[in-house]
């Protein structure tokens, strides 16, 4: 199988018996697509459960992506079919999917994606990101050869994807052998015609046979110009173009299908000027300025990453899914906190498109979270830039979802022939995706409960003064009773469903865990759960996902070190493991496995992850405090100390904030400049807590020389150390 087909990375190692990753592929799984036949001999479609990462690119302001898996292969998502890079050398054919010698990264931490293959005489570099044409939406593909000597490179356009297998029933090579149609569609823009070529439909093999053996040829290109049609939907081709020592060869793939195509080569920017225009738009916002290098890398690309996960009014996540309310909370937040509040401004314009007549708003059928988190991201967001998106729409709809909640909670008691739902519960509902069967979860109550209460804030903002009243009302029932309900559950800890108890499912309470009511409100039994979700969920640092594909979860272990920080603990166990776990091009799957280190399950590239990092990262730095005060430097690692620190315009709830640490011998000096929001006229409390637990202030702006930091006298302050190793 392996020696005659060329496969993508991750069916290369799922299908090799000498693979870590190696899985057998059962005859029933057949009966997903029981009329399609496979190559090699499969008797059942494949499905990657073992590598299953990538990284996504693409436009601003658009929701179309493009993947791009370990090895450099590219899937435009909607076509579904993928292209590969094969490289002929003196030596042999090398393909990137089997090589050994294969390195990724990201172009100055933007999402433009560098495949590096080590040659006899150099690399041959492959790089892939998202461009724009005219109206046409690209991924561009470019390889460059930078070797001493000359290479053949051999573009295949394969019946491939990241996750399993695609279907090209057709394939034509346009009059002048430069625009390749697959499936009826202008799907590739060459540079030039190819120099040789061969194809294969499912019956005559894989046409990287002829490739390899070198025999594609210049009559294969003429015979391309009539249309290869496979009636069992695998029709291959590979194109062969010789290139000169430090020559790059170009090529698009439009996003979305488009039956004709005309794309000027001088049209298609080059990898370094897109790599560019990622560094001015990763400026905006709040500026970081961390000693350890690997977490600034770290930062910066996610920065570029979150950008990407905003397409326009949705989120653009591969694949593509109904948007969760409350994982869109966590990517508006992120977005938000670190300066970028037109892209989720944009997001939070369509809430009121997206409300049912109902109240509820429309997302995954049967959520009881929609209510809440769709009413704390618009808060949150006018908590940051006293920026209310919509007006007299958004009046209207925030009004409506709270009574929405409000009626839920308090309706029928029992359902059905189910079980009741207590006071302080809502009814029985779906869980978040990978969590279980419905039930009634304490999460619900949760983010309804903090719904409400950025409800009330909002509504005051919009001088609906009556409805916020009505609305505190709502919000202070609710407490009331979802307090009394905690403090009755039998363990202290807060199960997933009450029928369930504290199950495998009790990590999807972290995100309400680390909502700013749950600390204020002093909700019974919450730091208890995030120190039991600690103890008896987590591996090596990250917190465990047992239910369905298993895996360490990113996000999960982002969030359990956000709550860690909220309730008096130090998160660093999951900065390290998020920074030492994250792919080269600092992408993280929903579920990774344990040791191996691949993705298990989901989006091979998960935005909530990188939001939740953020979100981490960001309460390291700067963090509003259940008590309102706003605390600086909240964790300070040993080994950061004599070492520097500066953030700029952080936007908070009272404002935005700079500071800056610098040092005199072994004690640290604190800078800071607080501009405060309008209407905001009672003093904020600052705090050092990662530095000097001891050290306040309430002015705005000032400078003071702290205590000195435990362990500061004893160790060497050497402000040259390398950066790099652990964050602790």
């Known amino acids: 199988m392996a020696e005659r087909w060329v496969l993508p990375f991750w069916l290369e190692r799922q299908l090799d018996p000498k693979s870590p990753d190696f899985v ?37 302001g658009s929701w179309r992506r ?16 993928s292209l590969d890079w094969w490289v002929g050398a003196d030596d042999r054919w090398h393909l990137p999917s089997r ?18 293959m080590r040659i006899p005489g150099g690399d041959v570099l492959h790089r892939a990101y ?4 005219g109206d046409h939406e690209l991924v561009v593909v470019e390889v460059e050869n930078a070797t001493a000597v000359p290479v053949a490179i051999a573009l295949g356009v394969r019946a491939w994807h990241p996750t399993g297998v695609a279907t090209i029933e057709s394939i034509r090579l346009g009059p002048e052998g430069r625009v390749v149609f697959v499936n009826h569609n202008a799907a590739l823009h060459l540079p030039k015609r190819p120099s040789r070529a061969a194809w294969s439909t499912l019956m005559s093999g894989d046409c990287a046979d002829t490739v390899l053996a070198g ?39 439009p996003l979305r299908p488009e039956p004709a195509i005309e794309i000027a080569e001088s049209a298609l920017p080059s990898g370094t000027q897109v790599s560019s225009g990622w560094r001015i738009q990763g400026e905006r916002g709040i500026r970081v300025d961390v000693p350890d290098q690997r977490l600034a890398a770290a930062i910066d690309s996610a920065r570029r990453h979150l950008l990407l996960a905003h397409g326009g009014e949705d989120l653009a996540s591969v694949p593509a899914a109904p948007m969760d309310f409350a994982d869109a909370a966590a990517v508006i937040e992120a977005l938000g906190v670190f300066g970028l509040a037109s892209e989720a401004e944009q997001i939070l314009s369509s809430w009121p498109e997206r409300q049912r007549n109902d109240g509820w708003f429309a997302g995954a059928d049967g959520r009881f979270d929609a209510n809440g988190a769709a009413l704390h991201a618009a808060g949150r967001h006018w908590q940051l830039f006293r920026s209310v998106v919509g007006g007299d729409e958004l009046s209207f709809a925030v009004a409506r979802a709270a009574h929405a909640i409000d009626r839920k909670r308090t309706g029928t008691r029992r359902f059905g022939k189910g079980p009741s739902a207590p006071r302080g519960f809502l009814p029985p509902g779906a869980g978040p995706p990978g969590a279980g069967p419905p039930g009634v979860w304490v999460r619900d109550a949760a983010w309804s409960l903090q719904g409400l209460a950025d409800a009330t804030a909002l509504l005051v903002a919009l001088a609906q003064h009556d409805g916020a009243s009505e609305v505190a009302g709502f919000r202070e029932h609710l407490r009331s009773a979802l307090s009394d309900a905690l403090a009755e559950l039998p363990d202290g800890v807060w199960p997933s469903t009450l029928a369930r108890g504290a199950d ?4 999807a309470n972290l995100d309400a865990l680390t909502l700013p009511m749950t600390r204020e409100a002093h909700l019974a039994g919450a730091a208890e759960t995030v120190r039991a979700i600690a103890a008896h969920h987590t591996v090596d640092g990250a917190v465990l996902r047992r239910i369905g594909p298993a895996g360490a979860s990113p996000r999960h272990t982002a969030m359990l070190g956000r709550a860690e920080l909220a309730f008096g603990g130090t998160p660093t166990d ?26 298990t399950v989901g989006s091979g590239h998960d935005i909530v992850a990188t939001a939740a990092f953020l979100l981490l990262a960001r309460d390291l730095l700067v963090r509003e405090t259940a008590d309102r005060s706003l605390a600086l430097a909240t964790v300070w690692p040993e080994r950061w100390l004599g070492q520097g620190l ?3 315009d952080a936007p908070t709830s009272f404002g935005s904030v700079s500071y800056a640490v610098r040092w005199h011998g072994d004690r640290p000096a604190l800078l800071w400049d607080l501009s405060l929001h309008d209407g905001i006229d009672q003093p904020v409390t600052l705090t050092v807590p990662g530095l000097d637990p001891s050290w306040s202030a309430s002015a705005p702006k000032g400078e003071a020389l702290l205590s000195v930091p435990a362990g500061a006298a004893e160790r060497a302050l050497d402000r040259d150390q390398p950066d790099g190793g652990s964050f602790s």
């Open 24 to 60: 057998p592929v059962p005859v029933s799984a057949m009966a997903h697509r029981p009329s399609l036949a496979l190559p090699g001999g499969l008797l059942a479609e494949p499905v990657n459960i073992t590598n299953r990462d990538w990284t996504q690119v693409g436009n601003l």
């Open 66 to 81: 493009a993947t791009v898996d370990p090895r450099g292969l590219v899937t435009p998502v909607e076509g579904g079919w």
């Open 99 to 116: 090589e050994a010698a294969v390195r990724q990264r990201l172009i100055d931490n933007t999402p433009v994606v560098e495949t590096s």
């Open 130 to 133: 998202g461009a724009r044409a």
């Open 215 to 253: 025999a594609a040829t210049e009559l294969a290109v003429e015979s391309l110009k009539e249309e290869i049609r496979d009636e069992q939907g695998f029709v291959q081709a590979a194109l062969v173009f010789p290139l000169a020592h430090t020559a790059v060869l170009r090529v698009a793939l």
């Open 504 to 507: 495998e499912a009790t990590i």
């Open 574 to 599: 999951r900065l390290d493991w998020l920074l030492s776990h994250a792919s080269p091009t600092v992408a993280w799957p929903e579920a990774q496995h344990p040791t191996r280190g691949g993705g």
């Open 646 to 648: 500066e953030v700029h």
